[in-house]
């Protein structure tokens, strides 16, 4: 899929957010090789430990449903009532989960830019030298 509509579908997912106490609000659109999508919203809770971020969301609903092969995710995020929304790059946690999924070669991040520019990454650059239990 075009970068530009993964990016219109994060903020879609952006909507759905349940982010009461950070008020920060993050979308996720995550595209498998055969082109699916699958949406991700934040979603935090009084024990804010137990929140999730939108990022594993997406995954987890993915890989709940069977799928295991990713070619991209499109991620979004900023205060509640910035919809304009700064550059949200993914926690380390999340950068870890997909590395349990994806090629870090080949398996592509986008975060949108200040100015709604798309700046594109694989996962290797902003995950190098990953911790692999092989
Ligand atoms: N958050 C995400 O959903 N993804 C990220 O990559 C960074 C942080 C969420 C977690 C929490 O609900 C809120 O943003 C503030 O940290």
Not at 35 to 47: D, F, Q, R
Not at 55 to 75: D, L, N, P, Q, W
């Amino acid at each position: 899929m075009d970068d530009k509509e993964l990016i219109r579908l994060a903020h879609q997912a952006r909507e759905r957010a349940y982010a009461p106490y950070s008020n920060f609000l993050v979308g996720a659109a995550l595209e498998t090789q055969d082109g699916k999508v699958y949406l991700g919203c934040n979603i935090e809770n009084a024990s804010y430990g137990a929140s999730n971020c939108a990022e594993r969301t997406a995954f987890f609903k993915a890989v709940s449903e069977g799928e295991r092969h990713f070619a991209k995710i499109a991620i979004v995020g900023g205060a509640r009532g910035d919809e304009a929304c700064s550059t949200c790059a993914p926690c380390g946690i999340c950068r870890q989960v997909m590395s349990e999924f994806c090629d870090g070669k080949t398996f592509i991040i986008l975060l949108e830019g200040e100015g709604g520019e798309i700046k594109r990454f694989t996962l290797d650059e902003l995950l190098p030298f990953a911790f692999e239990k092989v």
